[in-house]
């Protein structure tokens, strides 16, 4: 079964608002990793929780992990119409970097 | 430029062809992986080389065969492939080891692979 799986599939807004994506997972994690990927290039990786750690700043970027409920959120905040993009969670369990990727939310901000 | 690159960024072939395709990192790392990424699909994990040696084959059909000459250098060579093969590949780098791990992936740009 998928470790990784995001909420919505797909999110339309405006330009200036926030963008709230959701992952959960099923099993214990190490750390959980936010990664944008542009239309049809690599991934980026955005930021790294770890399993102790309840909440992450990066930028525009907020992530928040719930170890209890097995689930993370990714915010960006004041979108721009530059984050369109797809965004994936992935766990990784321990050691080494095996990680486990969703199927991603594709995000669109509208100018 | 993430430091890993990729070639090449497409691909056609036939499914008698026999190519390759081939990455190289710029970090560093002691670690490469493949990745293949088919449409509505998570990402799925095909090979591991830690340290030039292969440690995880993800149940990969023997018409992919991956080679890694050096910790900078990856290669997937692909022969008789199937059009569901057809699918952006992606390779990615990273630290190898607990005390350098950060978990973080390096990604390529991928070569998007159309087999006809």
């Known amino acids: 079964s998928q470790q990784g799986e995001e909420d919505p599939q797909a999110l339309s807004i405006q330009e200036g608002e926030n963008a709230t994506m959701n992952c959960s997972y099923k099993?214990?994690?190490?750390?959980l990793q936010w990664y944008r990927q542009n239309s049809g290039r690599g991934l980026v990786h955005l930021i790294l929780?770890?399993?102790?750690?309840r909440e992450k700043h990066s930028g525009r970027l907020r992530v928040t992990l719930d170890t209890s409920k097995k689930s993370s959120s990714l915010l960006i905040t004041a979108s721009r119409a530059a984050d369109t993009a797809s965004y994936f969670c992935?766990?990784?369990?321990?050691?080494?970097?095996?990680?486990?990727f969703g199927e991603g939310t594709q995000l669109t901000v509208n100018p | 430029e993430t430091g890993v690159t990729q070639t090449p960024r497409h691909l056609v072939m036939g499914m008698t062809n026999k190519k390759s395709l081939k990455c190289e990192q710029h970090?560093?790392?002691?670690?490469m992986y493949w990745y293949k990424q088919s449409a509505k699909k998570p990402l799925e994990l095909m090979f591991v080389?830690?340290?030039?040696?292969?440690?995880e084959n993800n149940s990969v059909p023997s018409r992919f065969s991956p080679e890694c000459p050096n910790s900078s250098h990856l290669f997937l060579h692909l022969h008789t492939l199937q059009p569901e093969d057809s699918a952006l590949y992606l390779c990615?780098?990273?630290?190898?080891?607990?005390?350098?791990?950060?978990?973080?992936?390096?990604f390529g740009e991928g070569s998007r692979l159309t087999v006809l």
């Open positions: 080389y830690n340290f030039k040696e292969q440690t």
């Open positions: 929780i770890r399993s102790n750690e």
């Open positions: 970090l560093g790392h002691n670690a």
């Open positions: 099993t214990s994690i190490n750390n």
């Open positions: 992935a766990t990784s369990k321990g050691s080494g970097s095996r990680l486990t």
């Open positions: 990615a780098s990273s630290h190898a080891g607990w005390e350098r791990n950060t978990g973080e992936l390096f």
